[in-house]
């Protein structure tokens, strides 16, 4: 892997987020009446209530510290205030509702949607990757073509109604496990048994009904290890008389795999998004929840940040998946175009 | 130089008795080679006609149906008929009293639109992007194009139309199915774009260019019927996809409730609290079963198109076309 | 064969494929006997089932394929074995350590992930040998075939030009000490310059490791370089076996004679060199009486009816041709000297 | 353009190739090969003229550059007088068309497999390019010269192979559509590129009859890439031209069938006939004509004479120069690019290399 490499990724992954933040400002900018009029809305709305008139430069004031934009300066001068916040001060603007900072608000629930994810991504992988080599070691059997409606089946229920099913059996029917929240009441934080049997309780069936996205994979699995069987390299692995296990694991599966990897840790990425959905339904209170909360009251800054903080996450994702692919396929020469 | 020589005019000349094909016999060839084939090809692959069939039953609950089933309105009968107790409202009724057969029916024509437009915009584009970028391989549209494509990819998709639906709350299904298609592209150019490159290695496109056939003779028969199939899978995956987010954002509420929808369906029923009221069952497994037969139908289509494109099984399916099988 | 050891007993070895269009015979009732140390050559066109003979001798016929018959080898010291009743284990010791193959898709034969030296390892590992000293043996044989050792271990099968890994394939069969080495095209996709520099390879490997070679090629000039005998398939049988000599300058059976004046050849004068006509017959309708008739020029009513077995010409040489003794007359050979140089001499296994 | 003029004609040719590293990659390594360096070849009216080498030495990419399908990184390459690429650009005094020229050089590819669309019946396949540059036929007009052809090549009746799909062919059958695609053209110059390789030895003979039956029809000139001498011998004998020998992206000797095959000068000629094995010929003791087996790298090409690695009869002075062409017969046209041509060269002096 040269030097050369590693920094051109580097400095794509970079200008990638550069990119997304820019994105979100003009997206502020393409608010119905900019940014200031728009959130200007938002915060009359809540101030309804209290019956207190308030003027107009208050509410310049408070959007620019919602939102680290300066509505009445010029436009290059507002970019450059907020992208030198985001990237120099890491500071996201502020919630509405909330006197917290948006990077707050999402550092305390990022670590609870990350486990589900990655959960839910490591266990769909997993089941796929057995279920479809032994698909493809077993072609063209019956269970081949039973497993292969299943997965075809699994693959066209949205994860959204997997969650609805299995909080219907597990939690509704037969209450195995709650249907909402990621700890149980009462329960003492920390490094301690009960703690950690809480939230996987708590965890496990959003990290089921998630894992359905993984499951497209046991095809591509079951595809790549028909073409590997077919090799020749296996052929003669076998003439060599090399032993089975070593066949399966160092010569199919490892071929059959390598070129998921990718597409794995992407994956990542795209489960995390989909929390949105996943967590509204169990109520799980992550990231997804987050936006959700969100969504509903026109917190702007904090949706921003989610944004900004997904593609952070895709980013570096496939930064590492880019960088350590060359390392686990030799194939793959440093700087090659890995098409 | 086309220097008329001898040898060659003789050649040429020479009257060889062949009857012209009638223009009747090439159509009828035509019609055998690209519609009877493909079709009895499709009936021997049980996933391309059960596909098929789900697809078209869809499709024509989306047209006839609309046309046949008046429009349900709040009232139109008693509040939570259970199904199958009245033809009139065979899968029953939901809380406001409208049928739920119909709520289906109804929703149909605006989720083919979403998903048109999602899939001419994600597939469409991708295959403009993909064989543009392969075809200009190195040149600076290529690698233009492909950094765009590399920045976008990364931008996760649900959140950013998460973001933008909260800014616009679009309601026209055309503009739903264009932001939900938006995120799908980039993945699919890039693939097209290394199919376009492994189709240009084969020696055929080659010599079509070495012919001096013009670069669109070259991209429309070399280049894009091979692609076809590829394309015409990744549609179907790519319409299923924007079922599955359409729906799911309609359920949680995000896109506004405007039109007749499964989702929408599916968040009154999850809101009413269907989980628990075995009296509601009926009125979110339907929403449910037909999202997933939906789905389901699609992405058997699409693994049945792969045995409809290949080439072997057309022709041996072709009554014009005699196949010995001999000649491997 | 007469006074030399056996080391291979082919017998009644069929080799048939289920088809939807009906059973495909890809090798019909062959009898052939290897001798030890010999190097035996195996020629046909493609399709004549010469591959499946080949793979036989390993009972590695790809499924769905059925192999029936009798492969018999004979170890150097200890009972013979029977290669086609091995159980699973049996076999996997059987293979690579008493025989070895190098067969026709050697350019991806490496397992594109690991190393070279992973492939060489692994096999002595699960052969239970000593690694070090395996490892040695490495070397050596790589050297001998005209490879960096240390370079070619440390590389991946892709940094490696098709003529360097068909060596390092040839290297790693050997690393096991096998008694017999079969190879099923082995220079197929190489360049001749690379061919030739190999056959040569394969002549010194011989000597120096005692082996025993079986050489199948649809090259016969190449062939004809390396090999002490040479069997001939035509149609999933095989029609001719007999010295190199033999063949060159005597062959009986009419399809060998057509195949050697076809052989192109830089000694020939171009207006003399001709084609076979006539087209490759079908492993699923195979036609009564001799395989070759739709293309011979000897061919009768006898032929169009009855198989002819095969027919001892000498005792180096065998023909399954009614008409051996005519065939000479019916098919000239553009290129064949007038007469041979040691036919009158060979009366045993070659010229060695 | 002169009537002196040959057919075609390629000056000082020369093709780099430059691995990995598009315009906007700072940073990325890259490499370049020489796969062509410094040709000239003039090729006549009905002539033909057979490359012969290794895989990798370049014979493929000095090919399609003679029939303008790749672009020289220095050199000339005219047709008819008519430099190929200044007639693409439409540049200077252009008297033949890049069309005329595009449509006058034709190519037949090695591998019967992919030579055809898989997806088109190859009557389509070879009605494209008739279409094109005929337009004024009709197509019953075409159709008629397809089918004439095909019965000429011995495919016939031509309509059970013209509706068919590529991969209802065999090989063979694959490579005279090709061939009479590239005829239907009628092209003053056909590239054979390794076209008949990828036949069975029995089908190689009758390929190359068919391609030599139709020259004299089509009066079409051919450059035919081979690795294989004995190919490329007969081919030259029959049709009376020449072989060249590349290696290493150089023409090292080019003369007759005589020349090359009776009287080699060059060693690597002499190893390329050793590697042809002829049937009738006791050489199997005969001595390794090679030191190393192995091509060097391309991208790192060994000083003074490319081939001294590999030559057994290198001396020192091959090793510091670079060896010129060096007509031995007197012949203007035909040379050796090795020392031991010429009779007065210093390297006979020079000391034997001693294996490092």
Known sequence: ?339 | MSNDQEGLETLFDADIDREPVPRSQRLKRQFDLYVAAPCRVAMTDWRALVGTVIVAVFFLMGTLGVWLVDKPSSGDAPVLEPPFQNFDYILGTDTFGQPIGAQLIHATPDMFKMVIAGAVVSVGFAALVGVVSGFLRGTTVDTTLMSITDIIITIPGLPLVIVLVAIFQPESPYVIGVLLGLDNWPGLARTVRSQVLSIREESYVEASQIMGLSTGTILRRDVLAQLMPYITVNSALASRRIIFESVGLYFLGILPFTTFNWGVMMNIAYEGNALNRPDMYHFLTFPLLTIFLMSFGLVLFSQGMDSVFNVRLRARHASTIDDDGGHE | ?352 | ?356
């Open chain 3, 1 to 352: 064969m007469s006074n030399t050891e056996t080391i291979f007993e082919v017998r009644d070895l069929n080799v048939t494929f289920q088809m939807n269009r009906g059973q495909s015979r890809v090798v019909r009732d062959a009898d052939i006997d290897v001798a030890r140390n010999e190097t035996l050559g195996i020629i046909g066109e493609s399709g004549s089932g010469k591959s499946m003979l080949a793979s036989s001798f390993l009972n590695a016929v790809v499924e769905p394929g059925v192999t029936t018959g009798e492969v018999t080898f004979y170890p150097e010291d200890g009972n013979p074995v029977s290669v086609l009743d091995l159980s699973d284990s049996e076999l996997n010791r059987f293979r690579w350590e008493a025989v070895a193959m190098v067969f026709q898709g050697a350019m991806s034969s490496f397992n594109p992930v690991t190393k070279i030296r992973t492939h060489f390892r692994e096999t002595l590992q699960d052969h239970n040998r000593d690694i070090p000293a395996g490892m040695d043996r490495a070397r050596d044989l790589l050297e001998s075939v005209y490879l960096d050792p240390e370079r070619i271990l440390d590389s991946y099968a892709h940094e490696l030009s098709g003529g360097m890994k068909q060596r390092a394939l040839i290297a790693l069969s050997l690393v096991l000490e096998p008694d017999v080495l079969v190879l099923d095209e082995p220079t197929a996709a190489l360049d001749l310059l690379m061919q030739r520099s190999i056959v040569t390879l394969l002549r010194e490997l011989q000597a120096e490791y005692d082996l025993t070679l079986v050489f199948i090629t649809h090259d016969l000039p190449l062939l004809t370089k390396l090999a002490d005998r040479i069997a001939v398939m035509y149609a999933f049988n095989i029609v001719e076996i007999g010295t190199t000599d033999d063949l060159l300058y005597n062959a009986s059976h009419p399809y060998t004679r057509a195949l050697l004046d076809t052989t192109p050849d830089l000694n020939v004068p171009v207006d003399e060199m001709d084609i076979i006509e006539g087209s490759k017959p079908d492993p699923v309708d195979q036609i009564p009486g001799c395989s070759y008739h739709p293309r011979c020029p000897l061919a009768d009513d006898h032929c169009r009816s009855e198989e002819p077995a095969m027919m001892t010409v000498r005792n180096t040489q065998e023909s399954a041709c009614f008409y051996y003794n005519q065939a000479a007359d019916a098919v000239p050979i553009s290129a064949a000297p007038s007469h041979s140089p040691t036919t009158d001499t060979a009366t045993d296994g070659g010229d060695r």
């Open chain 1, 1 to 339: 892997m040269s030097g050369n490499y590693f920094v051109k990724r580097v400095g794509q992954a970079v200008l990638t987020f550069f990119a997304t933040v820019t994105l979100t400002f003009v997206l502020y900018q393409m608010m119905p009446g900019g940014p200031a009029e728009a959130l200007r809305n938002v915060i009359l709305q809540q101030q309804m209530g209290s019956g207190n008139t308030i003027d107009p430069a208050r509410i310049e004031q408070l959007v620019a510290q919602y939102t680290n934009l300066e509505s009445d300066a010029p436009i290059y001068v507002q970019y450059y205030q907020y992208m030198s916040s985001v990237f120099l001060e890491q500071d996201l603007g502020e919630s509405l509702y909330e006197n917290t900072a948006v990077t707050t608000l999402l550092a305390d629930r990022i670590p609870w949607s990350m486990l589900i994810s990655v959960y839910a991504m490591v266990i769909g992988y997993t089941g796929s990757i057995v279920l479809g080599a032994v698909m493809a070691f077993k072609e063209k059997s019956r269970f081949d073509s039973v497993s292969s409606v299943v997965v075809i089946g699994l693959n066209s229920t949205p994860y959204y109604v997997a969650g609805i099913l299995f909080i219907f059996f597990f939690s509704i029917r037969n209450e195995f496990f709650p249907t909402g929240g990621r700890v149980g009441l009462g329960v003492e934080a920390g490094f301690n048994v009960a703690f950690m049997q809480s939230i996987a309780h708590h965890a496990a069936l959003p990290i089921l009904s998630m894992s359905v996205l993984g499951l497209g994979a046991a095809l591509t699995m079951r595809g790549n290890s028909v073409r590997v069987l077919g090799e020749d390299y296996l052929r003669v692995a076998e003439l060599r008389g090399l032993r089975n296990s070593r066949i399966a694991t160092q010569y199919v599966g490892r071929n059959a795999v390598l070129p998921m990897y990718t597409q794995f840790m992407i994956g990542i990425a795209g489960v995390l998004s989909s929390s949105v959905i996943v967590e509204q339904i169990f109520s799980y209170p992550g990231v997804g929840m987050l936006v959700y909360e969100a969504i509903q009251v026109r917190n702007y800054p904090v949706l921003m940040g989610s944004l900004i903080v997904f593609t952070l996450v895709t980013v570096v994702a496939i930064l590492i998946a880019d960088l350590t692919y060359g390392f686990i396929d030799p194939r793959i020469s440093a700087g090659g175009d890995n098409e």
């Open chain 4, 1 to 356: 353009m002169g009537a002196s003029d040959p057919m075609l004609s390629m000056d000082g040719v020369s093709v780099e190739f430059t691995n990995g590293g598009g315009p906007l990659d700072i940073f990325g390594e890259s490499e370049t090969v020489r796969a062509v360096s410094d040709v000239s070849l003039d090729l006549g009216e009905q002539e033909t003229l057979t490359l012969i080498g290794e895989s990798g030495c370049g014979k493929s990419t000095l090919g399609k550059t003679a029939i303008g399908a790749q672009k020289p990184t220095s050199g000339t390459v005219r047709y008819r007088g008519q430099d190929i690429w200044k007639a693409k650009r439409n540049a200077g005094d252009v008297s033949i068309s890049f069309d005329e020229i595009r449509h006058s050089l034709q190519i037949i590819h090695q591998d019967p497999g992919s030579a055809l669309n898989p997806n088109q019946r190859i009557l389509t396949s070879l009605m494209l390019p008739l279409k094109k540059w005929y337009p004024d036929l009709g197509r019953e007009e075409r159709e008629e010269r397809i089918h004439t052809l095909f019965e000429r090549v011995g495919m016939s009746p031509p309509g059970d192979y013209l509706n068919r799909y590529p991969h209802q062919l065999s090989g063979g059958e694959t490579q005279r559509a090709v061939l009479v695609r590239a005829l239907l053209l009628n092209p003053d110059l056909i590239l054979a590129d390794e076209a008949i390789s990828a036949l069975d030895v029995s089908l190689r003979v009758e390929m190359m009859d068919l391609m030599l039956e139709l020259q004299d029809i089509f009066q079409t000139s051919y450059l035919f890439i081979s690795h294989d001498l004995s190919n490329a011998r007969y081919i030259a004998e029959k049709s009376g031209g020449r072989i060249a020998v590349m290696y290493l992206g150089e023409i090292v000797e080019i003369g007759t069938v005589e020349e090359i095959v009776e009287n080699p000068q060059h060693p690597y000629t002499k190893a390329l006939q050793w590697a042809t094995a002829n049937l009738y010929e006791d050489d199997a003791e005969a001595e390794f004509p090679l030191r190393k087996i192995d091509v060097p790298d391309p991208t790192d090409l060994p000083a003074g004479c490319h081939f001294h690695p590999r030559c057994p009869k290198a001396r020192e002075v091959c090793r510091q120069q670079h060896p010129e062409r060096v007509h031995a017969n007197g012949d203007k046209e035909n040379y050796a690019r090795c020392f031991r041509a010429d009779e007065n060269h210093e390297y006979w002096d020079s000391p034997e290399i001693t294996d490092e």
